[in-house]
């Protein structure tokens, strides 16, 4: 062997030794005392595995910074151990040890400062090198440590729940697909090669998919006050949106559009990806939900009796009744309000909004301890008929989206109307 090829091999390999040594004798220091805390397990998982998705994602536009050379495991442009080694001090190390992001931030730039250039057997750094680095440091480890350290220290839900869904939707929807095209079958010229009618019927399939699993993510943000992960997990027992229907929308939808990605490749091992990982939830993570959910939710198992893991209801399963308020004197409003007792919803009890004791200028949904107002409480009724007004609801709630529709609405001539009683109206509604 060459001294050249010694030398990379190396490099290569420090490149994932040292992190890995450094993990172990952190990890070591903090199991002498009570234990590590799980948040802090949970974090440096999470940070993991959104530096290494993000690393191998920036590798992918990094031809202009530098160039990797050529190793027995390499992987998207990278070996390997480096991006294993990379993702590990970006991602793990900090919720391992503890910090503020700004100090760990700053840190990273000056360590990649001194030992990239000092690593030409296993990197060539081109001119503008530091405009990746600038690029990686906040497209990557910038959100890794934020998703670290607000899962360790439990803050910012909303920004945590979004970074978890970035990482896992990377890996679902990104990496592990790509890696089944680099050791197997298909690949993703395949995938965008196909004709308009085609691509245009997968991607209507993958929206019908993704909309209730996304919807699920923000009703475990929005509802349960905690996040999709495991160790990362709501407050309280979520029965409303996606779960109505169902007990694992998550699952379900990453299954269903991993295989979709596979079929419209050309991977029978991506799809046969999907139906091991719908074996593995089947087989070990059902069974940790039955003994974890059921201590810590005395209602889980009432909730589990109605509503089945894989196949969706056709009516929705209501733990307890919601509100809907409708102006009964706006003519709109009363009419959006007919419509809606029309579909026959489950669970769900008509007010005028007059009555509500408070003056009300958009319909209101009220139900398990939150509330959803205009737009956004139309679509909960929705939730209340059934599964395919629900997926209509689902799409209209989802963040950014039920935003830009409520404007939209309002623009229509949909807006905000001041619900009062008058003596003549009270009259006129209470003879109807």
């Known amino acids: 062997m060459e001294h050249a090829d010694l030398s990379a091999d190396v490099a290569r390999n420090l490149t994932l030794g040292l992190p890995v040594v450094l993990a172990a004798a952190v990890w070591r220091l903090r199991s002498t005392g009570p234990g590590i805390d799980p948040r802090r397990m949970s974090a440096a998982f999470l940070g993991f595995l959104l530096a290494w998705t993000g690393v191998l994602a920036v590798q992918q536009v990094a031809g202009a910074w530098w160039t990797f050379g050529s190793a027995p495991t390499t992987f998207l442009g990278m070996p390997l151990e480096t991006s294993i080694g990379w993702a590990l001090v970006w991602g793990a190390l900090p919720a391992l040890i503890g910090g503020r992001w700004p100090i760990w931030l700053l840190g ?51 920004l945590r729940t979004t970074l978890q869904l970035a990482a896992f939707g990377g890996l679902v929807i990104w990496l592990l697909p790509t890696l089944a095209f680099s050791r197997g079958d298909g690949s993703w010229a395949t995938l965008l090669g196909h004709g308009l009618v085609v691509r245009s019927l997968l991607l209507m399939a993958a929206v019908a998919v993704a909309v209730p699993a996304i919807a699920a993510v ?55 990806g999907a139906g091991i990982a719908v074996v593995f939830s089947v087989a070990v993570a059902e069974r940790h939900e039955r003994e974890v959910l059921a201590v810590r939710w005395p209602e889980w198992a009432a909730y589990r009796s109605q509503v089945r893991a894989w196949l969706p209801r056709w009516r929705p399963y209501v733990a307890e009744p919601a509100t809907l308020w409708v102006s009964a004197t706006c003519d709109l409003c009363s009419t959006a309000g007919d419509s809606l007792k029309r579909l026959g919803p489950r669970g769900l009890v008509f007010r005028p909004a007059e009555d509500a004791g408070v003056a009300l200028i958009r319909m209101r949904w009220t139900g398990s301890g939150y509330v959803d107002r205009g737009v956004a409480a139309y679509a909960r009724a929705l939730e209340h008929a059934n599964l395919a007004t629900a997926w209509v609801g689902w799409l209209v709630r989802l963040p950014i989206l039920s935003t830009f529709v409520q404007v939209v609405a309002d623009a229509s001539g949909a807006g905000p109307r001041t619900a009062r009683w008058t003596d003549r109206e009270r009259t006129q509604v209470s003879a109807r």
């Open 218 to 272: 923000a009703e475990l943000t929005r509802v349960g006050r905690g996040t999709p992960f495991p160790w990362d997990p709501p407050e309280r027992l979520v029965t409303t949106g996606p779960y109505a229907y169902l007990a694992n929308p998550m699952q379900l939808g990453g299954s269903l559009l991993l295989a979709l990605v596979g079929v419209g490749a050309g991977s029978w091992t991506t799809v046969a």
């Open 108 to 158: 990273f730039a000056w360590v990649d400062r001194l030992t990239m250039p000092a690593l030409p057997d296993l990197v060539t750094l081109h001119e503008r090198w530091w405009v990746g680095e600038l690029v990686l440091l906040g497209v990557v480890a910038l959100p890794a440590l934020l998703l670290s350290e607000h899962t360790r220290r439990r803050t910012h839900l909303h």
